[in-house]
């Protein structure tokens, strides 16, 4: 698992920094604008594809058991069922695309509309719609605990076709020969997952028969993936309509930042996922529940350290990167550090509750839609883009915060709410002392203007080491944590040996 690690995050280091490059030269060869459409075709693009209605996590879920088993037949069920399905979704969502046209200049206010965009947009849902050429490869590889061959295919691909995305940039200037470019990483993806299926998973073979459950657990990941859709795919729109592209495009500069340590946090959690379905699947519910606590302490802690660091450093950062001019105010960055905290935390329970089986809780999302839309767009058109902020941040408190926990802790673990108040409640005062400890500690350190990247990278080494000395300190008063800082130093001192 370390290994997996390790190389995920060198992996996800280098496409992260190429991803930095190719936004500066967006802005600087296309325009802020431009960078702007791009991520609110994403956005839209994420809406339209809800009619994967959550078959991926059903399928990998459904794939665990019968490949820890090897019963060969019922895998062959299963992936032929995926297959069917999503080469359904991949016409539905062509035809979305074409359907949703007309309503593009709705959700823009740019200075030069232009009949390209247009164009553009079928591009961009082509690049969706071909990702569905490899999916299944992807779950069932996944499933089959090969996520480091998936990682390494993924990766290289990108990586090879984001340096192209960079020269065409500087060179020809051109949107079209980027988007291009994506659709060309999908199909060699496609062409590699292929070949090694076909070479390793030859005991898959067609069959006429059906996969019936999966239906019942799309239908409840359905409502998942609409409380996902609207939290995490709602700000950008609601900003392009109640602002302006431009404010869409710093906004995504900021959010980028903030997806490199969730996507940091998601290298775990990809790692983790299979491991952990196989462990529940094994054990008991007191025994998973021991496990979950170990792993949440841990998140927990991280996401803490990665929030305190990103409101001190990413100012500098946008700064160095893109320029003076694409700078937030405080409050505007407060507001995103507290929900980027939220969101880093919350992938641990996520990845327990969807490893046990817990598909149906559809109130849950259904409720965090509608706090966050209702919200969003209320404050939205009184305050702006803080408005949009605030409604995410409500319905994340409500509903990942509070509501989900404690129905994860009674379904998954057998616990009531009061042992979810305990075990919350202690993340809470450590939070709190620890920001605290933090702000007292930091009057006493002398924040200089930064000015190069080196200097950058001496404040971040600095903040970073503060802030985690300050954070562990805090954290060894937990039970949880101790356990499993004790592991990491046993599992060390025995590779040492």
């Not at 019963?71 to 062509?94: A, D």
């Amino acid at each position: 698992m370390k290994q997996e690690i390790i190389l995920n995050f060198i992996f996800t280091v280098i496409i992260n920094v190429l991803g930095f490059i190719q936004n500066k030269y967006f802005v600087l060869y296309m325009g802020i604008e431009t960078l702007g459409m791009m991520k609110l075709f994403s956005q839209l693009l994420a809406y339209l594809n809800i009619v994967e209605m959550g078959l991926s996590s059903a399928s990998a879920f459904a794939l665990y058991k019968p490949l820890a088993e090897k019963k060969y037949n019922q895998v062959s069920v299963i992936v032929n069922t995926i297959e069917n399905i999503y080469n359904k979704i991949g016409i539905l969502l062509f035809g979305l695309g074409i359907l949703c046209i007309p309503i593009i200049p709705f959700f823009m206010k740019m200075s030069n509309f232009s009949n390209m965009v247009y164009f553009y947009w079928m591009l961009y849902v082509a690049n969706t719609v071909s990702t569905y050429l490899f999916i299944k490869y992807v779950i069932l590889f996944t499933a089959n605990q090969e996520f480091l061959y998936v990682k390494t295919i993924q990766s290289i691909s990108v990586i090879c076709f984001k340096i192209l995305q960079v020269f065409f940039i500087v060179k020809f200037h051109s949107f079209f020969i980027y988007i291009l470019l994506l659709i060309f990483d999908n199909l060699t993806q496609w062409i590699f997952f292929k070949k090694h299926y076909k070479k390793k998973y030859s005991y898959i073979v067609k069959v006429k028969e059906k996969y019936i459950r999966i239906k019942n657990d799309i239908k409840n990941l359905f409502w998942h993936k609409i409380g996902g859709l609207i939290v995490f795919n709602t700000d950008l729109i609601l900003i392009s309509k109640f602002t302006e592209l431009k404010m869409v495009g710093i906004y995504a500069s900021y959010q980028m930042i903030n997806q490199v340590l969730l996507t940091i946090i998601n290298i775990l959690l990809s790692v983790l996922s299979p491991k952990i379905g196989k462990f529940i699947a094994e054990h008991t519910k007191q025994e998973t529940y021991i496990c979950f606590k170990k792993y949440n302490i841990l998140f927990c802690f991280i996401s803490i350290i990665f929030t305190w660091c990103s409101f001190i450093l990413i100012d500098p950062f946008i700064k160095l990167w893109i320029g003076n001019q694409f700078i937030l105010n405080k409050i505007t960055l407060k507001l995103m550090c507290f929900n980027l905290l939220v969101n880093l935390f919350r992938g641990n329970l996520e990845t327990f509750k969807f490893g046990a089986g817990f598909f149906d809780d559809i109130k849950a999302p259904i409720l965090e839609s509608i706090i966050n839309l209702v919200i969003s767009i209320i404050l939205g058109l009184k305050i702006g883009l803080n408005g949009v902020i605030i409604g995410t941040i409500i319905s994340n408190v409500v509903v990942i915060l509070i509501y989900k926990p404690i129905l994860v802790f009674e379904r998954c673990f057998d616990k009531n709410w009061k042992e979810y108040i305990k075990v919350y409640g202690n993340y809470l005062i450590l939070i709190v002392i620890s920001l605290l400890s933090y702000n007292f500690i930091l009057k006493f350190i002398s924040l200089k203007n930064v000015n190069s990247w080196a200097e950058w990278i001496i404040q971040g080494i600095i903040i970073g080491s503060i802030t985690f000395i300050v954070i562990f300190i805090i954290f060894l008063s937990n039970k949880d944590f101790r356990e499993i800082f004790k592991i990491f130093v046993k599992n060390e001192k025995e590779k040492l040996k």
